[in-house]
């Protein structure tokens, strides 16, 4: 009988574990001696994509550190749900500020700690896209720009969830908020230029850049691990659907997420230096209908009446990202 | 080391004497000259272990001095006017999570109108901020009291705000014994935090706290400020030791004794009010003066027992509160609760308008015999505001 | 550190806030029905050995495997594998080769020399097991694992039945099939070959406290065809048998045979290995109607055999036979054309079907038959307490698998007859459909193909046609089962609760839920690649 080392496994990198792999060669997730940055008892809804991102993520920087990390969180909702006096979720060193400062927070941290000549911790800075698209986009601006050693991560349910689900700078076009409510002759949110903050942070040409996105544990895993090897301004994108602002069941969350980057809608990348050096393909390309039509928050595209004027334009989106990310590289060539 | 020397170098290489581990800044005027020679000690490695940042606002210097204050480091900024009130979330942040932050006020008017002149209005804004304020009345004081500010900070785990008169003292050039590294060490221990992210024993700093325990959280906070009450004049006492010179402290009477009338004041104009004064006591007036220093906590019951003998109390201000009037003499008036002593007030100075001896002179002698209004605005061209106001508003 | 009131808190302190309280539904693990367990005639654990295999442990997957079935190495070659017809897997790429890594296993055990050992407990109970044929030889082997005292008597010379005499070696060498028997052997069972019963009922006087008839169907079915005196007219099972037994029968240079059944094809194919220089099968239907399975079909064309479909003998001579064409009807039913056509021909080899041979129930009338089949109940007991049957000879599908089955469903409500018990099956009707799977997680893999022997090789002898896999192949393919219904470990639970609620208890224990924290989001639920959990109303 042959030994050759079988290199397949019934389940691929997609599962957070698998029973065949090395213990070495498996997901962070799958440790049941994981470090559970953020623990049980928080008070985020069920099926919270944000609270998931964030034990994901902080999670595999505390791997990629021997849990040398200090976190800088922005107020929103996982700040709101991780602690409420008297009761904290964390596991780490943990600080809230303000809305939107937790990038410059986090270059003090990281200055003190430079200055005590501790670089062997490491900081890191997030957020959701409120905190870090609108009122904290200054300061990670200066970040940025200083290239000060802080990782930031954005966690992206691409509206203000915490105060009651409000339009924000990362809010798509045609989504419903409350303040973009699905009336009127353009129902939802307009189509604006978008506000593309990791193409944003590329062209501050930071050592890296990455989105990510819920559904592909292995992939935000790697990323965040590959973050802490570089020293200086890094920044993290990551796709977080929220059940209670999307309209969506508490156990689409990954799903949804996962439809996100099949459709296109959330191309799924990374870029050192200011230019992209992959990106994760599309593996069951669908329509964004199939992604659009779990959300309440664009059924006005679909009833009363149907506007496929509307989901066009998604789709183009949608189009557009594939093309310009090379999500089919069959299709459109290479990078 | 006495020397002839800007303000705000002088401030600056006392700052530097105090091995602060992190500063961050914002350029604004008049302040600019503080960070602009802190960040050459930085740079010329004179200033070993500490990083310099330039930030893109006020708001982020603040952020980035509470995030490496709540790291253990002690930490710097400065700023002024606008720029103090660009950075005030973060500056009612700082306090609420108790971090010894010391921050230069190169006080500055706010606008509109837009005006770069020396005024209180920035500071005075703050007042209920949470941080301890001090006012410097000269420049040998602005450099002591950011030594005395760095250990009542670290002592109470409150931050504290430093005020000078914007380019009054900040661009003055005068003899200033600058305190030296040698001498600050012995007085001013190496920072112990009392709270700091450290993820070998980790804690949450900055919960969401709620309405079940909101009140006590602000009263404890109301509490500890008013603890510096004690500490403040220690550290004054102990500075007093260590420098050989008198400075800081809560307040600061000049020729009380027998005197019926009361000047009260902050900042540099008390040089100019004690030449009057002078004058004035020459002409056998009894009128003296106090320099209020630390004015956050507001120091009430030394007030209160310094004006005991008073009869009347005019208060000199570099800001006021549209639409009532003074804002120091409010607080005053605490101490004089159920005394029968007469108060005044005067605005002066606004914008950087020169508060002259000979219209403090006429002010304070028409108020010595109770001849001025309750508020008065010192120099106010009244027929130019008059007649403006009737074109405005009727 | 002194942590100031109520603005720093203590890390990990959320463990005092049990958010369980907010669920109104929780997550269960369950263990559902895969559809190849289902679909598998001899209840085999399917998805369970393979889950087993997947991590290289061999023997104890086999060991799970012969827990339901003693015969992997033969099932590995003769059994039609109706568990990948239905294979979940099918949907997403193609079917696991199922069959492939059972014969692997089979095979494995072989080569390795595994043995089932004696049962530790003697019942005292004593039982005659009737026909040595798949059925009859399963329910030997169950209830011997039982611990009763087993007697296997059959007509013929060497146990195996149809698997003997019926299936060419070509596909089922008998090396394999003597290795399997043989363990049985090794268990203890009486082997009583040449040994013809013809009365049941004595049987049970001979001390036997129970009996399981598993004859088969032996007859082959007549038909009338005209025939001249000359004409070389052979039956199907006859040949399959005298080949087996070394006697050559004498078929000519062209052969046709009659028939469109799995035997139909053997005989064929056999013909060819004897020699014949054409093998022409005649089929009234068409191929699509044809019994014999589709495999079979495609090696028989593979191997040079030729059809004639729609198509029925007419008459038969010395050198040639006359063939009607037959038309499909409205209702899909062939009917004769009166086209007619000349095939040259040796020999009419008629493969249209077996009847069973109720001689050994002797003049006894209490056990009954119908259409020529013996009735059974739910527990296989024939009309006569005490006297059980199955295989081909109970109204069936006539497999080797399904006989394997009877025998092991026989073998239990004989040991519950026996004790005065009732055998109680557990039911498990929650079948796993492919749309309650989250296929998004399984690796993409093809099905990997048995190599075959070169099919103009293969005609000429007696050579094993169908290759194993080696064993690399065998992991793969098994790690290629998607686990329906049943929990393969894949973290995926554990990973994707926001709450942490999930406890993993270790390698092949599986996991826990946390009720003091799950908020019953449902994510683990919808995010279980292979369907186990399900969420269930909580009280």
């Given at each position: 009988?042959?030994?050759?080392?079988?290199?397949?496994?019934?389940?691929?990198?997609?599962?957070?574990?698998?029973?065949?792999?090395?213990?070495?060669?498996?997901?962070?997730?799958?440790?049941?001696?994981?470090?559970?940055?953020?623990?049980?008892?928080?008070?985020?809804?069920?099926?919270?994509?944000?609270?998931?991102?964030?034990?994901?993520?902080?999670?595999?920087?505390?791997?990629?550190?021997?849990?040398?990390?200090?976190?800088?969180?922005?107020?929103?909702?996982?700040?709101?749900?991780?602690?409420?006096?008297?009761?904290?979720?964390?596991?780490?060193?943990?600080l809230h500020s303000l809305?939107?400062n937790?990038?410059?927070v986090?270059?003090?941290?990281?200055?003190?700690?430079?200055?005590?000549?501790?670089?062997?911790?490491?900081?890191?800075?997030?957020?959701?896209?409120?905190?870090?698209?609108?009122?904290?986009?200054?300061?990670?601006?200066?970040?940025?720009?200083?290239?000060?050693?802080?990782?930031?991560?954005?966690?992206?349910?691409?509206?203000?969830?915490?105060?009651?689900?409000?339009?924000?700078?990362?809010?798509?076009?045609?989504?419903?908020?409350?303040?973009?409510?699905?009336?009127?002759?353009?129902?939802?949110?307009?189509?604006?230029?978008?506000?593309?903050?990791?193409?944003?942070?590329?062209?501050?040409?930071?050592?890296?850049?990455?989105?990510?996105?819920?559904?592909?544990?292995?992939?935000?895993?790697?990323?965040?691990?590959?973050?802490?090897?570089?020293?200086?301004?890094?920044?993290?994108?990551?796709?977080?659907?929220?059940?209670?602002?999307?309209?969506?069941?508490?156990?689409?969350?990954?799903?949804?997420?996962?439809?996100?980057?099949?459709?296109?809608?959330?191309?799924?990348?990374?870029?050192?230096?200011?230019?992209?050096?992959?990106?994760?393909?599309?593996?069951?390309?669908?329509?964004?209908?199939?992604?659009?039509?779990?959300?309440?928050?664009?059924?006005?595209?679909?009833?009363?009446?149907?506007?496929?004027?509307?989901?066009?334009?998604?789709?183009?989106?949608?189009?557009?990202?594939?093309?310009?990310?090379?999500?089919?590289?069959?299709?459109?060539?290479?990078? | 080391?006495?020397?002839?020397?800007?303000?705000?170098?002088?401030?600056?290489?006392?700052?530097?004497?105090?091995?602060?581990?992190?500063?961050?800044?914002?350029?604004?005027?008049?302040?600019?000259?503080?960070?602009?020679?802190?960040?050459?000690?930085?740079?010329?490695?004179?200033?070993?272990?500490?990083?310099?940042?330039?930030?893109?606002?006020?708001f982020?210097a603040m952020s980035?001095a509470i995030g490496a204050s709540a790291?253990?480091?002690?930490t710097y900024t400065?700023t002024?006017?606008?720029?103090l009130?660009?950075m005030v979330e973060a500056v009612y942040n700082a306090s609420g999570l108790g971090l010894p932050i010391v921050m230069?006020v190169?006080?500055?008017?706010?606008?509109?109108?837009?005006?770069?002149?020396?005024?209180?209005?920035?500071s005075?804004s703050q007042r209920d901020s949470g941080w301890i304020q001090l006012?410097?009345?000269?420049?040998?004081?602005?450099?002591?009291?950011?030594?005395?500010a760095?250990?009542i900070a670290e002592d109470l785990s409150l931050p504290v705000m430093v005020c000078?008169?914007?380019?009054?003292?900040?661009?003055?050039?005068?003899?200033?014994?600058?305190?030296?590294?040698?001498?600050?060490?012995?007085?001013?221990?190496?920072?112990?935090p009392r709270q700091?992210?450290?993820?070998?024993?980790?804690?949450?700093i900055g919960?969401?706290v709620?309405?079940?325990?909101f009140?006590?959280v602000k009263y404890m906070a109301h509490m500890k400020n008013q603890l510096a009450?004690?500490v403040?004049?220690?550290?004054?006492?102990?500075?007093?030791?260590?420098?050989?010179?008198?400075?800081?402290?809560?307040?600061?009477?000049?020729?009380?004794?027998?005197?019926?009338?009361?000047?009260?004041?902050?900042?540099?104009?008390?040089?100019?009010?004690?030449?009057?004064?002078?004058?004035?006591?020459?002409?056998?007036?009894?009128?003296?003066?106090?320099?209020?220093?630390a004015f956050r906590p507001f120091?009430?019951?030394?007030?209160?027992?310094?004006?005991?003998?008073?009869?009347?109390?005019?208060?000199?201000?570099?800001?006021?509160?549209?639409?009532?009037?003074?804002?120091?003499?409010?607080?005053?008036?605490?101490?004089?609760?159920?005394?029968?002593?007469?108060?005044?007030?005067?605005?002066?100075?606004?914008?950087?308008?020169?508060?002259?001896?000979?219209?403090?002179?006429?002010?304070?002698?028409?108020?010595?015999?109770?001849?001025?209004?309750?508020?008065?605005?010192?120099?106010?061209?009244?027929?130019?505001?008059?007649?403006?106001?009737?074109?405005?508003?009727? | 550190?002194?942590?100031p009131f109520a603005i720093t808190?203590?890390?990990?302190?959320?463990?005092?806030?049990?958010?369980?309280?907010?669920?109104?539904?929780?997550?269960?693990?369950?263990?559902?029905?895969?559809?190849?367990?289902?679909?598998?005639?001899?209840?085999?654990?399917?998805?369970?050995?393979?889950?087993?295999?997947?991590?290289?442990?061999?023997?104890?997957?086999?060991?799970?495997?012969?827990?339901?079935?003693?015969?992997?190495?033969?099932?590995?070659?003769?059994?039609?594998?109706?568990?990948?017809?239905?294979?979940?897997?099918?949907?997403?790429?193609?079917?696991?080769?199922?069959?492939?890594?059972?014969?692997?296993?089979?095979?494995?055990?072989?080569?390795?020399?595994?043995?089932?050992?004696?049962?530790?407990?003697?019942?005292?109970?004593?039982?005659?097991?009737?026909?040595?044929?798949?059925?009859?030889?399963?329910?030997?082997?169950?209830?011997?694992?039982?611990?009763?005292?087993?007697?296997?008597?059959?007509?013929?010379?060497?146990?195996?039945?149809?698997?003997?005499?019926?299936?060419?070696?070509?596909?089922?060498?008998?090396?394999?099939?003597?290795?399997?028997?043989?363990?049985?052997?090794?268990?203890?069972?009486?082997?009583?070959?040449?040994?013809?019963?013809?009365?049941?009922?004595?049987?049970?006087?001979?001390?036997?406290?129970?009996?399981?008839?598993?004859?088969?169907?032996?007859?082959?079915?007549?038909?009338?065809?005209?025939?001249?005196?000359?004409?070389?007219?052979?039956?199907?099972?006859?040949?399959?048998?005298?080949?087996?037994?070394?006697?050559?029968?004498?078929?000519?240079?062209?052969?046709?045979?009659?028939?469109?059944?799995?035997?139909?094809?053997?005989?064929?194919?056999?013909?060819?290995?004897?020699?014949?220089?054409?093998?022409?099968?005649?089929?009234?239907?068409?191929?699509?109607?044809?019994?014999?399975?589709?495999?079979?079909?495609?090696?028989?064309?593979?191997?040079?055999?030729?059809?004639?479909?729609?198509?029925?003998?007419?008459?038969?001579?010395?050198?040639?036979?006359?063939?009607?064409?037959?038309?499909?009807?409205?209702?899909?039913?062939?009917?004769?054309?009166?086209?007619?056509?000349?095939?040259?021909?040796?020999?009419?080899?008629?493969?249209?079907?077996?009847?069973?041979?109720?001689?050994?129930?002797?003049?006894?009338?209490?056990?009954?038959?119908?259409?020529?089949?013996?009735?059974?109940?739910?527990?296989?007991?024939?009309?006569?307490?005490?006297?059980?049957?199955?295989?081909?000879?109970?109204?069936?599908?006539?497999?080797?698998?399904?006989?394997?089955?009877?025998?092991?469903?026989?073998?239990?409500?004989?040991?519950?007859?026996?004790?005065?018990?009732?055998?109680?099956?557990?039911?498990?009707?929650?079948?796993?459909?492919?749309?309650?799977?989250?296929?998004?997680?399984?690796?993409?893999?093809?099905?990997?193909?048995?190599?075959?022997?070169?099919?103009?090789?293969?005609?000429?002898?007696?050579?094993?046609?169908?290759?194993?896999?080696?064993?690399?192949?065998?992991?793969?393919?098994?790690?290629?089962?998607?686990?329906?219904?049943?929990?393969?470990?894949?973290?995926?639970?554990?990973?994707?609760?926001?709450?942490?609620?999930?406890?993993?208890?270790?390698?092949?224990?599986?996991?826990?839920?946390?009720?003091?924290?799950?908020?019953?989001?449902?994510?683990?639920?919808?995010?279980?690649?292979?369907?186990?959990?399900?969420?269930?109303?909580?009280?």
């Open positions: 009988m042959s030994a050759a080392p079988i290199k397949f496994y019934q389940v691929g990198s997609f599962a957070i574990g698998n029973r065949l792999l090395s213990p070495e060669d498996r997901s962070i997730q799958s440790d049941p001696e994981r470090t559970n940055a953020l623990t049980s008892g928080h008070r985020a809804c069920q099926g919270c994509g944000e609270a998931l991102g964030a034990r994901y993520a902080l999670d595999a920087a505390m791997r990629a550190t021997d849990d040398k990390i200090i976190a800088v969180n922005a107020t929103g909702c996982l700040e709101v749900f991780s602690t409420p006096y008297p009761e904290s979720s964390w596991r780490i060193a943990w809305f939107g937790a990038p410059a986090a270059t003090g941290v990281a200055a003190a700690l430079k200055a005590q000549g501790k670089s062997d911790i490491r900081v890191i800075g997030q957020g959701g896209d409120g905190a870090t698209v609108d009122i904290g986009f200054g300061a990670l601006s200066g970040m940025f720009e200083r290239n000060d050693d802080v990782l930031y991560i954005c966690y992206d349910n691409e509206a203000y969830m915490n105060t009651g689900v409000q339009r924000s700078g990362a809010t798509p076009p045609a989504a419903r908020t409350a303040t973009t409510q699905a009336v009127g002759e353009n129902p939802g949110n307009v189509f604006g230029q978008g506000k593309n903050l990791p193409r944003i942070a590329m062209a501050h040409e930071i050592p890296y850049v990455a989105t990510a996105t819920v559904a592909d544990l292995r992939d935000l895993e790697a990323k965040v691990i590959k973050a802490m090897s570089f020293r200086g301004a890094r920044y993290i994108h990551v796709l977080v659907p929220c059940p209670l602002g999307w309209g969506s069941e508490s156990c689409d969350t990954i799903k949804i997420a996962r439809l996100a980057t099949q459709s296109g809608l959330f191309p799924v990348f990374e870029a050192e230096s200011g230019e992209v050096t992959s990106s994760t393909p599309i593996r069951h390309r669908v329509k964004v209908e199939e992604y659009l039509k779990l959300q309440i928050r664009y059924s006005h595209l679909f009833s009363p009446n149907r506007r496929d004027d509307v989901i066009d334009l998604l789709q183009a989106t949608a189009d557009k990202n594939i093309s310009r990310y090379n999500l089919i590289p069959d299709e459109s060539g290479s990078i | 080391m006495l020397r002839q020397v800007e303000g705000s170098k002088a401030v600056a290489d006392t700052v530097a004497a105090c091995r602060p581990q992190v500063i961050c800044a914002y350029p604004i005027s008049p302040q600019t000259h503080i960070v602009e020679g802190l960040s050459q000690l930085v740079k010329n490695g004179s200033l070993d272990g500490c990083e310099f940042i330039n930030v893109e606002s006020e982020a980035v790291t253990g480091a002690r400065a002024a006017s606008q720029g009130l660009y230069t190169a006080n500055r008017a706010i606008g509109a109108p837009i005006n770069i002149w020396n005024d209180h209005s920035d005075m006012y410097a009345e000269t420049n040998q004081e602005a450099a002591d009291l950011h030594v005395q760095f250990k000078m008169d914007g380019f009054i003292l900040t661009h003055a050039y005068e003899r200033v014994d600058v305190p030296e590294r040698s001498q600050v060490d012995k007085f001013l221990p190496p920072f112990v700091v992210l450290d993820p070998n024993n980790p804690v949450s919960a969401m709620g309405p079940e325990a009140t006590e009450l004690e403040i004049p220690k550290v004054a006492r102990d500075f007093q030791k260590a420098f050989g010179r008198s400075s800081g402290g809560l307040v600061r009477g000049y020729k009380l004794d027998g005197a019926d009338t009361v000047v009260i004041a902050l900042g540099s104009i008390l040089g100019t009010i004690k030449d009057v004064v002078d004058e004035m006591v020459a002409a056998d007036i009894a009128i003296g003066v106090i320099g209020i220093i120091p009430t019951d030394v007030v209160r027992t310094a004006l005991s003998h008073a009869k009347r109390v005019i208060v000199l201000e570099k800001a006021f509160q549209v639409g009532i009037g003074g804002i120091v003499i409010e607080n005053v008036r605490a101490s004089l609760r159920g005394s029968s002593t007469k108060d005044y007030t005067v605005i002066a100075g606004l914008g950087g308008r020169p508060i002259t001896k000979d219209s403090l002179r006429q002010y304070l002698n028409r108020a010595c015999v109770d001849g001025v209004e309750d508020l008065t605005f010192l120099d106010l061209d009244q027929e130019l505001a008059d007649s403006e106001i009737l074109r405005e508003v009727w | 550190m002194e942590k808190l203590s890390v990990n302190s959320s463990l005092a806030n049990h958010t369980g309280s907010w669920r109104v539904e929780k997550p269960e693990y369950v263990h559902r029905m895969p559809p190849c367990n289902n679909a598998c005639p001899a209840g085999e654990n399917i998805q369970n050995w393979l889950y087993i295999a997947e991590d290289g442990s061999y023997e104890a997957a086999w060991r799970a495997l012969i827990l339901e079935n003693p015969f992997p190495a033969i099932m590995g070659r003769v059994c039609y594998h109706p568990c990948q017809s239905v294979c979940n897997r099918a949907e997403l790429d193609e079917a696991v080769g199922i069959n492939s890594v059972e014969r692997f296993l089979g095979d494995h055990a072989i080569e390795k020399g595994w043995s089932i050992p004696p049962p530790t407990v003697e019942s005292g109970f004593k039982v005659l097991v009737i026909g040595a044929g798949p059925a009859g030889l399963s329910a030997a082997y169950h209830l011997r694992s039982m611990g009763h005292s087993v007697t296997v008597r059959d007509a013929t010379h060497a146990p195996g039945g149809m698997m003997r005499y019926g299936i060419p070696k070509y596909r089922l060498p008998r090396e394999v099939l003597d290795a399997e028997i043989n363990r049985i052997k090794d268990m203890g069972v009486q082997f009583e070959m040449n040994t013809r019963v013809d009365d049941v009922h004595e049987a049970l006087n001979e001390g036997f406290s129970a009996v399981f008839l598993a004859i088969g169907a032996q007859l082959s079915k007549r038909a009338y065809i005209p025939a001249s005196e000359a004409a070389r007219i052979l039956d199907a099972i006859k040949v399959l048998h005298d080949v087996e037994e070394g006697n050559q029968p004498l078929l000519g240079r062209k052969v046709v045979v009659y028939g469109g059944g799995n035997t139909a094809m053997d005989v064929a194919r056999t013909a060819k290995r004897l020699g014949a220089e054409e093998a022409i099968i005649v089929y009234r239907r068409t191929r699509d109607k044809a019994p014999a399975n589709d495999e079979e079909i495609t090696e028989a064309l593979e191997e040079g055999i030729l059809v004639k479909w729609l198509s029925t003998v007419k008459h038969v001579d010395e050198k040639s036979m006359q063939i009607e064409k037959m038309a499909l009807d409205a209702d899909g039913y062939p009917q004769p054309t009166g086209e007619f056509e000349t095939l040259e021909a040796d020999s009419l080899i008629l493969a249209l079907g077996q009847e069973v041979d109720f001689s050994l129930l002797g003049n006894s009338a209490d056990i009954d038959t119908k259409d020529g089949v013996m009735p059974v109940d739910s527990t296989m007991m024939t009309t006569h307490p005490g006297i059980f049957a199955g295989g081909d000879m109970i109204p069936a599908e006539r497999t080797v698998t399904t006989g394997v089955g009877h025998g092991k469903k026989a073998a239990r409500n004989i040991d519950a007859w026996l004790r005065k018990t009732v055998y109680e099956k557990i039911d498990n009707n929650d079948l796993v459909t492919y749309e309650q799977l989250n296929t998004w997680y399984y690796t993409d893999a093809p099905h990997i193909v048995r190599e075959r022997l070169e099919a103009t090789r293969r005609a000429k002898d007696f050579s094993e046609v169908v290759k194993g896999l080696d064993e690399s192949n065998a992991l793969y393919e098994a790690r290629r089962c998607m686990s329906c219904g049943n929990c393969f470990e894949c973290d995926n639970c554990f990973g994707v609760c926001p709450d942490n609620a999930i406890i993993k208890l270790g390698p092949g224990k599986g996991f826990e839920i946390n009720l003091d924290y799950c908020k019953g989001c449902g994510i683990c639920v919808s995010e279980c690649p292979s369907s186990s959990i399900m969420m269930v109303p909580d009280k």
